[in-house]
């Protein structure tokens, strides 16, 4: 092969990508876009939303404080930026898809769509899940703990969202596991009977991750891990009709 026919190919390989790296840049900027506009406007009602995340506190009879001129200002923004990260987070999932698409095959096509939308979903119902039940659980030990020996505690609007962040993303990406559990048993990585015998080791390692994921206490720590081998059983019955089915 000449040199002229070497930088020909090379050329043909680099437009080729040109359209696809345009294209995902675009995608990219609407991403940002939408994430902006979302942010903005979470900003704008933020006083509603942080009323919506006090709620589990309020129903507690805990009251919350400021301990610095900005802070409350600085937690505002934190509530617009998660606000706009999660609106935003399925509109990429999204953008992915279709980046994507082109290039997959039928079943491929299913699997991606599929799971693209269980991702969102399972991170929502995480989300729930600290809303509902961890944080009151987490908030009345708290409580609990901190009565009858005269010291009075102060909460912190700060930290008390900061808590809140830790324990619904450690709950939205944790249930995602299931899904790849199924992944790999559609896949033919591990089979069920295998996952379960291997039970002792991955209800430690659940323990473990929520242990790094959340506030250091064993109250927060078992109100997440607890759900999680439970969803952990609940995925080997599905990965056993699956087999079965199968054969």
Same mark, same amino acid.
């Given at each position: 092969m000449t040199t002229d026919e070497a930088d020909?190919?090379?050329?043909?390989?680099?437009?080729?990508?040109? /359209?696809? %790296?345009?294209?995902?840049?675009r995608r990219i900027i609407a991403v940002l876009v939408i994430f902006v506009?979302?942010?903005?406007?979470a900003f704008a009602f933020s006083e509603h939303i942080a009323a919506f995340l006090m709620a589990p506190a309020a129903a507690l009879g805990i009251q %919350?404080?400021?301990?610095? /001129?900005?802070?409350?200002?600085?937690?505002? %923004?934190?509530?617009?930026?998660?606000?706009?990260a999660i609106a935003a987070a399925p509109f990429c999932l999204l953008q992915i898809t279709l980046f994507v698409l082109p290039a997959l095959r039928g079943r491929e096509r299913r699997w991606t769509l599929a799971c693209l939308t269980i991702i969102p979903i399972l991170?929502?119902?995480?989300?729930?899940?600290v809303y509902y039940y961890l944080a009151p659980v987490v908030l009345r030990f708290f409580v609990q703990f901190g009565a009858g020996d005269g010291v009075a505690a102060l909460?912190?609007?700060?930290?008390?969202?900061?808590?809140?962040y830790a324990l619904a993303l450690a709950a939205g990406l944790l249930l995602q596991t299931p899904l790849l559990l199924l992944a790999a048993f559609a896949l033919g990585l591990i089979s069920p009977k295998a996952a379960a015998r291997a039970r002792p080791a991955i209800i430690l390692g659940i323990f473990i991750v929520a242990a790094l994921c959340t506030p250091p206490d064993v109250v927060s720590q078992?109100? %997440?891990?607890? /759900?999680l081998c439970l969803l952990f059983e609940l995925t080997l019955v599905i990965g056993r009709v699956f087999q079965r089915r199968q054969k």
């Amino acid at each position: 092969m000449t040199t002229d026919e070497a930088d020909g190919g090379s050329a043909a390989g680099v437009s080729e990508w040109v /359209p696809h %790296l345009e294209e995902l840049r675009r995608r990219i900027i609407a991403v940002l876009v939408i994430f902006v506009v979302a942010a903005a406007a979470a900003f704008a009602f933020s006083e509603h939303i942080a009323a919506f995340l006090m709620a589990p506190a309020a129903a507690l009879g805990i009251q %919350l404080f400021t301990f610095a /001129p900005a802070e409350k200002f600085g937690a505002y %923004l934190t509530i617009a930026v998660w606000t706009g990260a999660i609106a935003a987070a399925p509109f990429c999932l999204l953008q992915i898809t279709l980046f994507v698409l082109p290039a997959l095959r039928g079943r491929e096509r299913r699997w991606t769509l599929a799971c693209l939308t269980i991702i969102p979903i399972l991170f929502f119902c995480g989300a729930a899940l600290v809303y509902y039940y961890l944080a009151p659980v987490v908030l009345r030990f708290f409580v609990q703990f901190g009565a009858g020996d005269g010291v009075a505690a102060l909460w912190s609007f700060k930290e008390y969202l900061s808590i809140l962040y830790a324990l619904a993303l450690a709950a939205g990406l944790l249930l995602q596991t299931p899904l790849l559990l199924l992944a790999a048993f559609a896949l033919g990585l591990i089979s069920p009977k295998a996952a379960a015998r291997a039970r002792p080791a991955i209800i430690l390692g659940i323990f473990i991750v929520a242990a790094l994921c959340t506030p250091p206490d064993v109250v927060s720590q078992a109100a %997440l891990a607890v /759900p999680l081998c439970l969803l952990f059983e609940l995925t080997l019955v599905i990965g056993r009709v699956f087999q079965r089915r199968q054969k």
